[in-house]
């Protein structure tokens, strides 16, 4: 009988396995066809273990459940990853990235720390609600680039703020509008900084934020500058009919006008510098005598602790509360 030990610290393992669940979909397909059955239509990351994953599965039609142990012996973190790298060199069908390009319209300082992009995309946009993002390869190319020319490239996640349709070349033209926040001397924004006009860029793949909770019940959204453009996005298409409480958090205190244009009336609205963030965040949250959703993106450390005073404290479950870990402090 397969040997099952409980991980101790149980917010550990829910960061985890929510992670997974919300962000490597396609990751944990691959080990559910490698390591169980590759006729796997769906997984789901139920339960994690010392020794393992419990994943419950469909296969052909039928909900299974199936444990699958790690090949590796170290930090549970660890094992799960390498579980998952095995998995995708193995697969039948391997993952592959998508190849998203655009072409650089217009770049324009929108404050002291934010540079907008207006970028033609060279391909259909994907239409999708706030919290979209690509992958951007941090180069910039004179035409589409080779395979070649993309290896070993760095790699930014930078989101959609919104799309604008401009009049370009005699025709109307739908535009990917990206804000990019600057930063010290970081590659991200030394790349964003040396863009040029009928500069192609390149994306290697797409994520998206999990924000339909939000349309209904009481929402607390909170962010720092790396999540303005996807809450500028959910509050300018605020579909609750309950105004939100927005926690707007920012290193310099003039980045705080980002949100003002974009907050539904009635909204209660709290701004933050990083000072003791976290203990301020939970302190303001304790404060509110209902809370159902929440959407929220901050520093690695901090993002943990919201997530298990919500979990212990609020009892919300994680479709209802999504608490990202957008950068990590060095």
């Known amino acids: 009988m397969t040997e099952k030990t409980a991980i101790n610290d149980i917010n550990r393992k829910l960061d985890i396995i929510e992670h997974v669940n919300d962000d490597h979909h396609q990751e944990l397909l691959a080990i559910a066809q490698v390591f169980i059955d590759p006729k796997v239509e769906h997984a789901h990351f139920a339960d994690l273990f010392e020794q393992g994953m419990q994943l419950e599965i469909t296969l052909e039609g039928q909900k299974q459940s199936h444990f699958v142990p790690f090949l590796t012996e170290g930090e549970i973190e660890f094992n799960v990853r390498q579980l998952a790298i095995t998995a995708i060199q193995q697969c039948e069908k391997p993952i592959t990235n998508s190849h998203y390009y655009f072409q650089v319209q217009q770049s324009q300082a929108i404050s002291a720390n934010f540079l907008r992009l207006w970028l033609i995309p060279l391909q259909p946009l994907v239409q999708a609600e706030a919290g979209l993002a690509w992958v951007f390869t941090l180069a910039r190319f004179p035409q589409r680039p080779s395979e070649q020319q993309l290896a070993g490239q760095a790699k930014r996640y930078y989101s959609l703020r919104k799309y604008e349709k401009q009049y370009i070349d005699h025709q109307t033209l739908e535009l990917a509008v990206v804000d990019i926040y ?149």
Do not use: C, M
């Open 182 to 330: 600057l930063h010290n001397d970081s590659l991200g924004s030394n790349w964003a900084k040396s863009l040029q006009v009928g500069d192609i860029l390149h994306a290697s793949s797409l994520h998206y934020e999990k924000t339909a909770h939000l349309n209904t019940g009481q929402a607390v959204l909170f962010g720092d500058e790396t999540a303005f453009p996807t809450l500028a996005k959910l509050l300018e298409d605020w579909k609750n009919p309950l105004a939100p409480i927005v926690i707007s958090i920012a290193h310099q205190n003039s980045e705080q006008a980002y949100l003002k244009d974009y907050l539904p009336t009635n909204s209660q609205v709290y701004y933050l510098d990083q000072q003791n963030l976290t203990e301020k965040l939970i302190d303001i949250l304790q404060q509110q005598p209902r809370i159902d959703k929440v959407w929220g993106a901050t520093e690695q450390k901090t993002a943990k602790a919201l997530r298990k005073y919500l979990r212990e404290t609020r009892q919300l479950h994680a479709e209802n509360s999504k608490v990202k870990a957008y950068w990590v402090k060095r």
